[in-house]
């Protein structure tokens, strides 16, 4: 056998680490149960644990016992489990919390299973597997589909965090949120800067939900709500148009559609706002890198660059003005371009 | 309300822990071969698409996502070499671990339902698919040698960990019980010449042995039996070795197994069995880990020091000392006193006295 070179054993154990499936279905299966919340009071018997959550004690022991030399719980004694701060992030009630985030969704795992198809062809494995497209499989499956927006929601927090410390949003006057869904993020800006007004904008059933978020955090008074369709038109008279993780899931002719909807509606001195993983090139880490891939298993949503954007952008009107880099989606602002300086590019 | 520091690394960790999408990538471009086609220098993805049958935007996606995580870099746009991380995954490093991760989709059908296995305590394999793994794996031939082919991955590592902690040289012939494609045993024959090997494994597995054997070049010291080890058991061996045996079976069948080499073997026989030994606490050890794959798929356990002890004890073996290695420690055993003269009343009364 060849010499061994150092650091090939750590080489060896890491490459284990990024290879294992089985903590993350562990902490999905433990996120489902609800352990965490179960432990907000202190650490309890793992007999306790099971009883409360439906589980088999035994089997729940071992789980925990794995997740706890990953640092996600403790044994305090033997058979007693308590929280870790990574445990604490699994609390339901916990500002920032992951609970929902990782659902075990049998139909995803499912897909995954054959992301060979994918790799091999370029179409989602998910259609393959199922029979037909993601959202029309969950619009059939209200269990699943509910775990899905939860997972959604809890991933929107932390995005929410990055997104509204690293841009100046105060300034933007009327913001018009385009395909804003049920208004969490739209509500969230408005109670963080009183100076804004709002504008939401969504399918009829997907706006029904959003009156009651809205009054929630106290901004029902200056946010209006408007049903539609962006491939139909969008609301007019806007300072600011915004477009959050709405692109990434349509290719270049519906999005050129949607942008074009939204060129019509803005005046000459409006703002468009996207929210998109922006992946750079080079090898550092980013977590729009994986859930791309995400998208590319279950949807088949594109992947666009910098210059695919601006691309884009360009063929409906629109010149990029500003990326700003976060931890998690780019935010990339636009301003339509002047008529006469449009004559000029085409002359 | 304030926040702590670390809370956002705190949720980056679990983040990273949670993924199983960096999992599946690493299998994919495992069963593809991607890490053999890089061995001369980076290459452009659309060759690597070509000589793999790869969707090439679809690839660079996916080694994009790798790269993130230190296997594979893209060394300039849309051209990915080796990592040290890569490297691993060629088919011709000495210690590769490409045949470690294939894409199985049954395996991952039943983990889609582990919820199954921690309400319940049954393995949801057996729940999704209707029997037992090894049953399941007897017609699938596919999955039957990508599962030999992990085996054979762990055990290039577990070889070099045992050749060094241990003194084969003692033994004359050696059991391999459940020994899998012989690639154990086989690599132990040809580091020792003094040694003959006898592979225990089910027919399936076994008629795959042969060209492993011949291969080494040990042919002429190893004996290949085909059978269930619940059924048969060669006789009269220096030592038996349970090399991640044990701990794909509940007490009872690991039980039934001990007792089944216990009763073949001689009272100066060894016993040794590569298996996870729990520890208290909160350390990090994978056979924690692979527990909960045993539980999942096989209704099996890892076990604890003090659990084995009692099962040793419970088929006639003494726990006479528990080695660490790189991999999972070798636990040996010995026929105990109890045991050692045959069974009835003479013995029993010995113990009362």
Request: charge should be negative; glycine fraction near 8%; hydrophobic fraction near 45%.
């Amino acid at each position: 056998m060849a010499a061994q070179q150092p650091g090939v054993v750590k080489s060896i154990l890491r490459v284990q680490e990024l290879a294992d499936y089985i903590v993350p279905f562990a902490i999905r299966a433990v996120c489902d149960l609800g352990v965490a919340d179960h432990l907000a009071e202190g650490p309890r018997p793992v007999e306790e644990l099971a009883a409360a959550t439906g589980a088999h004690a035994p089997s729940l022991h071992r789980t925990l016992r794995a997740l706890a030399c990953k640092g996600i719980f403790a044994e305090v004694e033997p058979g007693s489990f308590a929280l870790t701060p990574l445990a604490e992030l699994l609390r339901s009630d916990h500002p920032l919390s992951l609970r929902d985030a990782y659902p075990l969704l049998p139909a995803d795992v499912t897909a995954w299973a054959h992301f060979d198809h994918t790799v091999e062809t370029g179409e989602p494995a998910f259609d393959r597997v199922h029979g037909r497209p993601y959202y029309d499989y969950l619009a059939d499956h209200p269990d699943e589909s509910r775990r899905f927006d939860g997972s959604v929601h809890a991933q929107n927090r932390l995005v929410l965090r990055t997104v509204l410390s690293a841009y100046d949003w105060g300034g933007l006057g009327t913001i018009v949120d385009v395909a804003g869904g049920d208004g969490a993020f739209l509500a969230r800006l408005l109670a963080r800067h009183p100076p804004l007004r709002g504008v939401l904008f969504d399918l009829p059933h997907v706006v029904a939900r959003a009156p009651a978020v809205l009054e929630r955090a106290g901004v029902a008074d200056r946010c209006e709500v408007v049903s539609g369709s962006f491939f139909d038109g969008v609301p007019e008279g806007g300072d600011t148009y915004l477009l959050k993780t709405i692109l990434h899931d349509w290719d270049d002719e519906a999005a050129e559609a949607i942008l074009a909807n939204v060129r019509a509606a803005a005046g000459r001195d409006a703002r468009l706002i996207l929210l998109e993983a922006l992946l750079e090139q080079g090898d550092d880490f980013h977590i729009g890198k994986l859930l791309d891939l995400h998208s590319l298993v279950l949807v088949g949503g594109p992947d666009r660059s910098r210059d695919d954007f601006e691309r884009l952008l360009a063929r409906t009107g629109f010149e990029l003005t500003g990326v700003t880099s976060t931890a998690t989606l780019a935010i990339m602002e636009a301003r339509p371009v002047k008529v006469a300086e449009r004559r000029l590019v085409h002359a | 309300m304030p926040e702590k520091t670390g809370l956002v690394d705190s949720i980056f960790r679990v983040q990273e822990l949670a993924d199983y999408i960096v999992p599946f990538a690493i299998r994919v471009v495992c069963d593809l071969g991607i890490a053999d086609h890089l061995v001369d220098g980076p290459r452009p993805v659309e060759e690597l698409a070509a000589a793999t049958g790869a969707h090439a935007p679809s690839l660079q996606r996916t080694l994009r996502a790798l790269a993130c995580k230190g296997i594979f870099a893209e060394v300039e746009p849309g051209s990915f070499a080796l990592t040290p991380l890569a490297e691993l995954l060629r088919s011709d490093h000495p210690l590769s671990l490409r045949g470690a991760y294939p894409l199985l989709a049954a395996n991952f059908e039943a983990w889609a339902r582990f919820d199954y296995t921690v309400r319940t305590g049954k393995p949801a394999f057996d729940h999704v698919h209707g029997r037992r793994y090894y049953d399941y794996l007897a017609d699938a031939p596919y999955d039957s040698e990508r599962f030999d082919d992990i085996q054979t991955a762990g055990t290039r590592l577990e070889l070099r960990a045992m050749l060094r902690v241990y003194d084969w040289d003692q033994f004359d012939t050696v059991v391999d019980v459940g020994g899998g494609n012989g690639a154990f045993l086989a690599g132990l024959l040809a580091r020792r010449p003094g040694l003959r090997g006898i592979l225990l494994e089910l027919p399936y597995v076994a008629e795959r042995a042969g060209a492993v054997i011949e291969r080494a070049g040990v042919a002429d010291r190893c004996e290949v039996v085909a059978g269930s080890f619940f059924d048969t058991m060669p006789e009269g061996a220096d030592a038996y070795v349970l090399k991640r045996v044990l701990y794909d079976w509940g007490d009872e069948e690991a039980a039934a197994l001990l007792a089944k080499i216990r009763d073949a073997m001689r009272n100066d026989s060894t016993l040794l069995v590569l298996d996870p030994v729990i520890e208290p606490g909160n350390d990090f050890d994978p056979g924690k880990i692979y527990d909960l794959l045993s539980m999942t798929m096989l209704g099996g356990r890892a076990r604890s020091r003090d659990e084995l002890t009692e099962l040793f004890s419970a088929s006639g073996f003494e726990l006479t000392q528990v080695i660490q290695t790189d991999m999972f420690p070798v636990v040996e055993g010995r026929p105990s006193a109890a045991r050692r003269a045959p069974v009835g009343a003479g013995a029993r009364a010995s113990d009362e006295s």
